[in-house]
Structures are given as C-alpha cells and as structure tokens.
C-alpha cells in the first residue's frame, strides 16, 4: 500500500484522478506500463483503475442492490462474504428484510462508519487490479476507521492500494508514502526512512508530542 498524505488543497487527491484518468486536459504525459494513458480507450482505465471517495453515493434501494453495482453478477454468498470483511454481517443480519433493508437516500438511515463500510464493501466486488481510496476514514468512529484501514492492508497484500489521508496516522503501515504540498512530491519514501529524515513526519510527531 502507498500513502499520500499532505494537507487539504495539496494536490492528493488531484494527482489521484489524474493517474486515474480523471481529469483531462492537462501538459505533460502520463504512462501506464510504458503507454500513454490518453491513448487508452475509458473502459481498459476503468477495468484495471477503482476510485473510491468519500463522497461516494449510496442509492435509495436495498442493500443488496447497492452493492451489485460492484458486481452485477454477484450471489448472495459473495454479499455476505464481503460484509463479513467489513464487519457488518451481523448488522445486516439483525435488519427484519437483510439483503432487501432499504437504504434511504444517500444511505441516511445508516452512521457515518457504517456508510463507508458498505462503500468499501461495494469496492471489493469490483475485483480490479489498482483502487484509489480517497479520504475513505475522514470523519467516522474510531471502531470503523480501524475496520477499514484493516481491510485495506490486507488488500494491498494482492493488489495495488493507494490511500489517501491528510492524517499521517492513517498511512503508518504504508509500505511507502507520498508527501504533498503545494501541488507537488515533496518527499516519497519507505515509512522507516521517512520517520527519520522527512520533516513533514519530524513535524508532525513533534507536535504530537
């Protein structure tokens, strides 16, 4: 897993969807596996790319339904499975429908934690090879942040993980970090190598302090 943190307005998440494909219209070139990723064709980027924020939308339909939009084709034993990963199974459960527990719109009637459990859960159905995950902890309960950030490093055992924090702590078992500002790297490293030689870490365990 790879770590961008850096404070709001850095360019975190910019660099996130231009890498994505996200965002058109800029100089330069950016490579995918030696191509130019503006010469590939918007359903190759999205079979191989998931971007995942916090601001992702949940519909005014059942639980299940919300999350076959990750993968149409899922059974119900694959629903399942993935809410055990999430750790809302027994939530789930407990509702009088289950699966077909209507969520009201935006997904309003569940918490916040729980909200980008199911989020995450849908991602996981996708089976892609490289996700984004934006500001995926921001502003949730502590039980659910630790939750994610879990499944999240197991994930990233098999595949390519980018998460992206303005909080340092959320990215400690990174493999590597990404630090922005102003629009820019200013430092990229393995976390060990960072804790001793990046200020924005010296700075920031200084004022943890």
Wanted: charged content about 25%; hydrophobic content about 40%; overall charge negative.
């Amino acid at each position: 897993m790879i770590g961008f943190v850096g404070k709001s307005g850095s360019g975190k998440s910019s660099f996130a969807k231009l890498i994505s494909h996200r965002l058109i219209g800029y100089d330069g070139v950016v490579y995918w596996n030696d191509q130019d990723l503006l010469q590939l064709d918007e359903e190759t980027i999205k079979s191989h790319v998931l971007y995942v924020d916090n601001q992702g939308y949940l519909f005014k339909y059942s639980i299940k339904a919300n999350l076959l939009m990750g993968k149409p084709d899922a059974t119900d034993t694959e629903l399942w499975t993935v809410l055990e990963r999430v750790q809302l199974a027994d939530f789930v459960r407990a509702q009088s429908e289950q699966l077909m527990t209507l969520l009201s719109e935006n997904a309003n009637n569940l918490s916040g934690g729980q909200r980008q459990r199911l989020l995450l859960g849908r991602a996981l159905l996708k089976e892609t090879d490289f996700y984004i995950f934006d500001e995926m902890t921001s502003g949730i309960d502590c039980e659910s942040e630790e939750v994610i950030l879990a499944v999240l490093q197991e994930l990233a055992r098999d595949k390519l993980v980018i998460f992206i924090s303005h909080r340092l702590y959320n990215v400690m078992a990174a493999k590597a970090v990404a630090v922005f500002e102003a629009g820019q790297i200013v430092e990229f490293g393995e976390l060990q190598q960072l804790r001793t030689a990046s200020n924005y870490f010296k700075a920031y365990f200084k004022q943890e302090e």
